[in-house]
């Protein structure tokens, strides 16, 4: 249950009122989840958003491997709702299910794609040690390119934000939604 329940969208202040519009018209569709807890705070609201739209519609990154970031960070965090958000469109892009159930339990999948396992790689770097080594960095650049490096570290900015919001609010999966991700860290 949300610790911080979504606003009425009857009940917008003149400060919520744009900023709902805006989400709920764009390619979103809608105001749910993190972005309604946002919605308390206008300001962070239209500034995430803009970020989030840019992190998921605007990168340089094929969705396929975007959206192994995504999920990536909703496996770490425990973030239900990211999970069984993203599930869906990281299938929809081509992401392969064995990726994904790998993924999901915590275990090193077995890629096809030299980029798949590249962008794996450097986000799980990332959280291990907090920082990436030259090698990894260099090989992910010869690859990817710099700007593929940029947009993903911004992705996992992103979504990492999402997450603790999901977290911290406790905010529940989707409607419909069979969670599929332990409760606690093994």
């Known amino acids: 249950m949300n610790r911080l329940p979504p606003i009425d969208p009857n009940n917008l202040s003149d400060a ?14 809608g105001v749910r989840g993190p972005l309604a807890i946002w919605l308390h705070r206008p300001e962070l609201a239209e500034c995430a958003q803009a970020l989030g739209r840019y992190c998921r519609y605007d990168t340089c990154l094929e969705p396929r491997l975007s959206e192994l970031a995504i999920l990536m960070m909703g496996r770490h965090w425990l973030a239900e709702y990211e999970w069984a ?12 299910s064995h990726i994904i159930d790998a993924i999901r339990d915590d275990q090193q999948p077995g890629f096809e794609n030299a980029d798949e396992a590249l962008v794996y790689r450097f986000v799980r770097e990332l959280h ?3 920082g990436i080594s030259d090698a990894l960095y260099r090989e992910f650049i010869d690859c990817l390119g710099t700007d593929a490096a940029v947009d993903l570290v911004g992705i996992a900015g992103y ?28």
Not at 16 to 29: H, S, T
Not at 85 to 96: D, T
Request: net charge positive; proline share 14%; no cysteine.
């Open 85 to 96: 958000a993203h599930k869906p469109f990281a299938l929809e892009a081509g992401l392969a």
């Open 128 to 130: 291990a040690q907090r």
């Open 16 to 29: 919520q009122r744009p900023v709902y519009d805006r989400i709920a018209n764009g390619p979103r569709k």
């Open 159 to 186: 979504y990492t934000l999402i997450s603790m919001t999901i977290k911290v609010f406790e905010v529940p999966p989707p409607a419909g939604a069979t969670p599929e991700l332990p409760t606690t860290i093994n």
